[in-house]
């Protein structure tokens, strides 16, 4: 029995053991069988790697001398919206010349390595720590920098073509391949010659290639001649050409110009004696002299459309994840089809009556002008029509001179004199330019609308003399006057803030702080209450003001403007003047034209688009432009300020009493057989005249003033030929077109009021003010019909001997009854309404002249009666009569 159970025990045991150790071998089977795996899978995943790298070094370019040297580059070309040729832009290389090292001067050869590769004479083509510092950046969100080194550029700019490739994969490889033939190239071509390659081939900005361009662009000099100080402009272009070159990017051009100086110091190449030196220079007032020189002599001349489109394809191939560089090779070297929403037809127009001598009264110059001496000393200067304005005014003693002249010979005389005078025995003249502007100037932009296609686009008056010049349309701010009304002050009123075309305000004396203001016809006096759609119509500063102060307040006013698409305002502009459109940097033409498409559209704002595709070299799209749309305004809010600004433009006369003529101020620029609404603005003294209107098929706007801000006085053209250059223009473009009319959208309803209270109108009261009926039909957002009775007229009982509020001694057949108007108790002064505001008591019949009459009936008539102060309380309250139901 023992031992059947001890016999049992060993079988157990060894049955155990034989499992353990069956259970260990299958273990250690599948150990070596995924280590194994594991090694085959390592192998071959190395190996596809390795074959992957191998495959992708294999398919990289070859490079040599000559494909280094000169960038691959086909020229781009330009459509209208018909299909027409319009453009074809400079090919890459055009604008660029060749420099040898040893004409390289050392602090500009240090500037670019200091900026752009630290250790380019010691790496290898690529640099490590740069790329693995540029690696995480991105990962941390602290991007400071790439990571190519000056040869990888140069690779990529002059054999990939800057790098244009669309898929996430195709740039990888591309970079694998970059930095495989940076190495390559380290290895077989010199420094100083991968260098100066890179150097001779970069863009600089303004259709500039290389050092050697850009110092003739910039400084009108030789390469070899720059100063430390010119060579950081130079070397701060490269990393952003479009908003770095330091004609337009002056600013953030002298930003890099002074990180680079102090790269400088810290990497020993200057010291800090030469770095305060070079930031003393003012280098960017020479910058600009020679820019005037080489705009007279660029040989091709784009068209301010042109102009515009490069800089909106340029942000567009941005946006696309393309940079700056990039996307300037590909604009001029690319080989890209372009085509734009450019209407030849209405171009065509727009150019003629802009450019039409008969559509203005005056012809006048501007003068700009550079000279630079050197004197027999060795000191050199500058000089300007500056400085011929102060010879005029201190030296001849003309101070009346406004800095304009009424012949281009007589420009020139004043030029020839000035030089006369302050060249000296012993002077050199090294440079000299003279050239002339046609003033007033005008910029023109037609939109339309419904896609925000810029059909046309004008940024100037006479002949364009240069490309990417100044552009009146797109690159200039002025001051928008009242047409910023509608947009920071009714708009916002109405949209948001309960306020309708019917809400009133008082037209009387407005102070805010020491500023108090006026409306532009002052000397007529002021109306008194009055409603948003007479503020629109008649363009009424006070009405304006009272409403962004009272009901929107100049934050919100902002707001609206921004999402109009206004992208000038500051937060220095949060003040009443904003109503007005006083504002601190002012706005273009094409963003107010755009804003106010927005209304047309029904308050849908589409930014502006100057292209609806673009097409690589071989016809594949690479962008297309859809419209970017977002609703702004509700379509009540829209059509009600395009009906009061129809009403603007129509003859009219603005309610107040006998010989108080207040006119539309858009009425110049109506069309002929078309319906149309709009708005126009001017700036104090006349300085800039604007008119913003639209049909409903396109929206336009037109500036006119002149590029010194001068007075249009009489003799400058005068304040109104605008509008009818804006008529003639739009005559013209909408020959032929059906008049649809404004469509008036469910959410509108009608309702008669009373215009001065803005509130239902009393029967019997609001329609016998002693200046004619006050009740007309509004329209209203549906919702927001006012329930509550006018309160501002009341019927009143005075005596008809003298129109006062009788006394206990007035007869009772000479008590009548009139209508009067309530007066705001806190308005002080005369206004169209306080004349007819509730008067005082009777001053004839009074106790002293009752206790007269009954002692000597016959002295009666010579009594001089008591005149009874104004304030005196009213009392009984009989004696005025308030209708509270119609």
Same mark, same amino acid.
């Given at each position: 029995?023992?031992?059947?159970? !001890? ?82 832009? %400079? ?9 040898? =090292?040893?004409e ?27 790329i693995?510092?540029?690696a ?18 140069l ?11 669309e ?30 390659? $890179? ?10 290639? /290389? ?31 479009s ?11 002298e ?14 190449? +200057? ?11 003012n280098?960017?007032? #020479? ?5 005037? @020189?080489?705009?007279?002599?660029s040989?091709?001349v ?19 994840g ?6 300037h ?18 171009q065509? +127009? ?22 630079s ?7 050199t200067?500058? $000089?300007?029509?500056n ?39 012993g ?57 910023? !009304? ?11 803030? /309960? ?21 532009w ?16 119509? $008649?363009?009424?500063?006070? @009405? ?17 403007a ?76 829209? =059509? ?15 309610y107040?009493?006998t ?26 003294s006349?300085?800039?005249?604007? =008119? ?29 030929? &605008? ?8 005559? #013209?473009? &909408? ?29 019997? %009261? ?11 039909t ?9 329930t509550?009775? *006018?309160?501002? &007229?009341?019927?009143v ?40 505001? +509730?008067?005082?008591? *009777?001053?004839?019949h ?38 509270? &139901?119609?």
């Amino acid at each position: 029995m023992n031992l059947n159970k !001890k016999q049992t025990r060993q079988k157990i045991k060894t049955a155990t053991s034989n499992k353990k150790r069956i259970n260990s071998k299958c273990f250690l089977f599948v150990i070596k069988f995924l280590f194994t795996l594991l090694i085959v899978s390592g192998v071959t995943g190395i190996s596809v790697g390795i074959g992957a790298f191998v495959s992708i070094m294999d398919s990289a370019p070859d490079i040599d001398d000559t494909s280094i040297v000169v960038p691959e580059g086909y020229a781009s070309t330009i459509y209208d919206s018909k299909g027409n040729l319009t453009q074809t832009l %400079v090919m890459e290389g055009t604008n660029r010349y060749e420099a040898t =090292f040893d004409e390289l001067p050392t602090h500009l050869i240090n500037a670019f390595i200091a900026i752009e590769d630290s250790r380019f004479w010691t790496n290898s083509g690529i640099d490590p720590r740069s790329i693995l510092r540029a690696a995480v950046g991105v990962l941390t969100n602290d991007y400071k920098g790439g990571g190519s080194t000056i040869t990888q550029q140069l690779i990529k700019n002059n054999v990939f073509n800057g790098g244009m490739e669309e898929s996430f994969g195709e740039k990888i490889e591309r970079k694998l391949q970059e930095q495989y033939l940076a190495v390559q190239l380290t290895k077989k071509m010199d420094k100083k010659l991968i260098l100066v390659n $890179y150097l001779n081939t970069i863009n600089l900005g303004n259709n500039t290639l /290389g050092v050697k361009a850009a110092a003739k662009r910039y400084f009108n000099k030789d390469v070899s001649e720059l100063t430390l100080s010119e060579s950081a402009v130079i070397a701060g272009i490269t990393q952003n050409p479009s908003k770095l070159n330091p004609i337009t990017g002056k600013e953030a051009n002298e930003e890099k110009r002074k990180v680079i100086l102090q790269y400088m110091v810290d990497q020993g190449l +200057i010291s800090k004696d030469e770095q305060e030196e070079a930031l003393a220079d003012n280098v960017y007032e #020479r910058i600009q002299n020679i820019d005037l @020189v080489t705009k007279q002599s660029s040989s091709q001349v784009y068209s301010y459309f042109t102009d515009e489109l490069i800089d909106q394809v340029l942000d567009a191939l941005v946006a696309a994840g393309y940079s700056s560089t990039q996307a300037h090779n590909m604009i001029y070297g690319g080989g890209l089809q372009i085509y734009t929403t450019q209407d030849p037809d209405i171009q065509s +127009i727009v150019d003629e009556e802009i450019n039409n001598p008969d559509n203005y009264s005056a012809a006048r110059y501007s003068m700009e002008y550079r000279l630079s001496v050197t004197h027999e000393n060795g000191e050199t200067e500058h $000089y300007s029509e500056n400085n011929v304005r102060t010879w005029r005014k201190k030296v001849l003693g003309d101070q009346d001179f406004d800095e304009l002249y009424d012949s281009q010979e007589a420009a020139q005389a004043d030029a020839d004199a000035y030089k006369e005078y302050i060249l000296q025995e012993g002077d050199t003249v090294i440079g000299e330019s003279f050239n002339t502007e046609l003033q007033p100037q005008a910029s023109f932009v037609v939109i339309d609308q419904e896609t925000g296609y810029v059909k046309a686009l004008s940024g100037g008056r006479g002949e364009k003399k240069a490309s990417l010049t100044l552009n009146r349309a797109s690159d200039v701010l002025r001051q928008p006057g009242s047409t910023f !009304k509608v947009l920071t002050a009714f708009a916002p009123a109405i949209d948001t803030c /309960g306020a309708t075309l019917g809400t009133v305000y008082y037209d009387g004396v407005y102070t805010i702080g020491t500023k108090t203001f006026r409306n532009w016809y002052s000397s007529r006096g002021y109306l008194g209450y009055s409603n948003i759609r007479e503020g629109i119509i $008649y363009s009424m500063n006070i @009405v304006a003001v009272r409403c962004l102060m009272e009901t929107v307040t100049p934050q919100l006013g902002v707001e609206y403007a921004q999402n109009l698409g206004i992208s000038t305002l500051t937060s220095t502009d949060l003040n009443a003047s904003t109503a007005l459109g006083g504002i601190t940097d002012g706005v273009s033409n094409l963003e107010l034209t755009a804003a106010y498409a927005a209304i047309a559209n029904g308050g849908v704002y589409n930014k502006p688009i100057f292209f609806t595709k673009i097409l690589d070299r071989n016809g594949k799209i690479i962008l297309e432009n859809e419209p970017q749309s977002n609703r702004v305004l509700k379509d009540s809010t829209a =059509f009600l300020l395009t009906d009061a600004m129809a009403a603007s433009m129509k003859s009219g006369k603005k309610y107040a009493r006998t010989g108080i003529t207040v006119n539309p101020t858009s009425t110049g620029a109506a069309l002929s057989n078309m319906s149309v609404a709009g708005k126009s603005g001017t700036t104090t003294s006349n300085r800039d005249i604007w =008119f913003v209107g639209y049909t409903p098929y396109y929206t336009a706007g037109i500036w006119a003033g002149c590029d010194e801000n001068q007075e249009l006085t009489a003799k400058n053209g005068g304040s109104s030929f &605008h509008k009818q250059i804006w008529k003639k223009i739009m005559d #013209r473009v &909408h020959s032929g077109l059906t008049d649809t009319g404004f469509e008036r959208p469910d959410s509108i309803e009608t309702a008669q009021i009373c215009r001065k209270s803005g509130k239902l109108a009393v029967d019997g %009261v609001c329609d016998q003010d002693p200046r004619g009926s006050a009740v007309y039909t509004e329209y209203f957002a549906k919702g927001t019909v006012p329930t509550e009775v *006018c309160d501002h &007229h009341v019927r009143v009982t005075v005596c008809s001997a003298s129109g006062g509020l009788p006394t206990q001694y007035c007869p009772s057949e000479l008590r009548t009854s009139t209508v009067c108007m309530v007066i705001p108790s806190d308005e002080v002064g005369t206004t169209d309404d306080s004349i007819y505001g +509730i008067p005082a008591y *009777c001053s004839v019949h009074t106790a002293e002249s009752h206790t007269e009459t009954a002692e000597n009936e016959s002295e009666a008539e010579e009594t001089t009666p008591i005149v009874v102060s104004p304030n005196m309380p009213l009392s009984p309250s009989s004696n005025v009569q308030t209708r509270i &139901h119609p």
